[in-house]
């Protein structure tokens, strides 16, 4: 441990910089190391973490208890698949909480989408030194000061070596153009894109979902409004059919409120291959960990996360494996915060490859071919739209095809 003592006490206002090396990969997965590192502190104040676990590799920025925040508001949790060692990162944090600005920067990447920003807040802590760890994963270099940096002066903070370097690990892979449905062999074979003022038929909801057709023939999910303030709110929506190993799933989605997370399950199935259906599973309500950590095996994939405090404005779609909530994939922000309007997405999956699309864009292309880490690829199984408590969000024209060739 290195101690510092910094010229003027940090609080309201500050920036932390300091480059991280690791000195082998790290890699989520079945067969990951886990750990839990304060690598850098101003005590008092805040801290930062470097996490290994079997479902992601995470940084952290957050605030200590005598700051007057709850550990990660408006603070990070970023999210890695692999941090690839040995190799040096670049991390920044600044913050002016009468302004309501947190931000993040990796190698000089935005950690927010450009523009986000808190209501304002009151720090309480301060501190007037810099803790650094030196072992076994170093921090050097850091610098500590009471001044907000803007985005324009981020970069000429960050050492040229490693200014925009690793994009991929925020970003995602470079992904190739999008497969085109039309150029597929496919069956029709669930549509939901009528008119009906009632919701559709024969889906079944999971938790204190509430569903509501309106003009048009969109359905709006959200909580309902008797829901004791005790239970989570959280549900799970499942459309009808079983689908097979092949699939193209179109639908289009609106945000209808400012904060929420909107994801979409499939190839949903117990973890003895039965139907999730089945007596034999353990009841589910709508709380995340049940679809996740519990005995539905699945894969999941983020439409729309703009949360509250930490995760607000968070610039990633995640595909996540489960039952282990392994992170395997991911892409850019599928739906954008306070998107005015509706946004096409599409989910196709032949086997092992699985594409997700929003509009033109490909945001996850991935294929669940490495089993001794995560385990066998998932075939066939249910498809269901999940909402986090407060989420409102409003759905049209959902129709699935079944796939009868594969993708090239």
Known sequence: MIESHLPQPISQVGYLGFKLSVPESLRNGIYAQAFDHIIVRLPGLALCRLISSPTTINITFEWEQAAGAARYDRGFM???????????????????????RCDGYFNGIPLRLPGTHFAP???SGQSQKLVTMPAPYRVSDAVASCQFIPPEQ???LVPSSMLHRDRTLIEG??????VDPGEL???????ADGDSRRPWP????????????????????RTRSDLATNQPGHFVYWAPPILPDGFIAEWEFKPLSENGLAIIFFAAHGSGNQDIFDQSLRPRNGVFTQYTQGDLMNYHITCFAHLPLFQTGRPTSNLRKNSGFYLAAQGAVAVRPHSPDYQRLRLI?????IQFQSGERVIIDWQDRDAPRYGAAYRGGRLGFRQM???VGAYRRVRIWSLEQPMS
Request: glycine share 12%.
């Open 78 to 100: 970023v999210d890695f698949i692999d941090l690839g060692g040995p190799r040096d990162y670049y991390l920044q944090f600044t913050w002016d909480a009468a302004i309501g």
């Open 202 to 221: 024969n889906w079944v909801m999971e938790g204190p979902g509430q569903a509501a057709i309106a003009d048009g023939g969109a359905m709006t999910l």
């Open 121 to 123: 807040w009151a720090v």
């Open 185 to 191: 062999r496919r069956k029709l074979i669930f549509n």
């Open 389 to 391: 408590a407060g989420t």
């Open 154 to 156: 981020i970069a000429a």
């Open 349 to 353: 999956k032949q086997g092992n490859h």
């Open 173 to 178: 892979a470079d992904e190739p153009p999008p």
